[in-house]
């Protein structure tokens, strides 16, 4: 009776939330939004968005890739259609900083997760050589530390890097 409950529970679970997978036990997993691949999953970077999101194609399995947005994990960078100036011009640093430590055009994604927008991941993102990107941005003064949330505006803090 409780594995034909179990059962019955998964197969609800999964009508409920298409993409949703059970366990061989039927045990019910992780809710789509919820999953993370750990990587490393190998891509090639089609394009530096802005400071804190790249364009990739990554390979997910043998000749398999998937194009994508990704949004490093872990950091906020000012966006280029800011509110002020200061901040437009920093976003435009940050881009071009990321530009400059992406010439290889490779990169390598873990800790992979849906993001809030559709269409587009969360990772952490390392250069080939292991160069952690969020703490590169971080070191730099070209973004802040982000955990989700709300965001704190660029043009009302007196901390942006000249």
Known sequence: MKARLSRLIASAAVALWPGLAAAPDHTVLTPPGRELLPGPVPAQVIQ????????????????????????????????????????????????????????????????????????????????????DLSAALLAAGLARPYAGGARIPWCDTAELVE
């Not at 947005?69 to 435009?92: F, K, Q, S």
């Not at 997760?113 to 990772?123: D, E, I, L, N, S």
């Open 48 to 131: 530096v968005i802005d400071g804190d999101t790249i364009a990739v194609k990554a390979r997910i399995w043998l000749g398999q890739e998937v194009e994508t947005r990704v949004r490093i994990a872990g950091v906020d960078a000012p966006e280029l259609a800011g509110r002020c100036e200061r901040e437009r011009a920093l976003a435009a640093r940050a881009r071009a900083f990321l530009e400059a430590m992406l010439d290889s055009g490779e990169v390598v994604l873990s800790q992979i997760q849906y993001g809030k927008f559709a269409g587009r991941v969360v990772a952490r993102v390392e250069t080939p050589a292991g160069e």
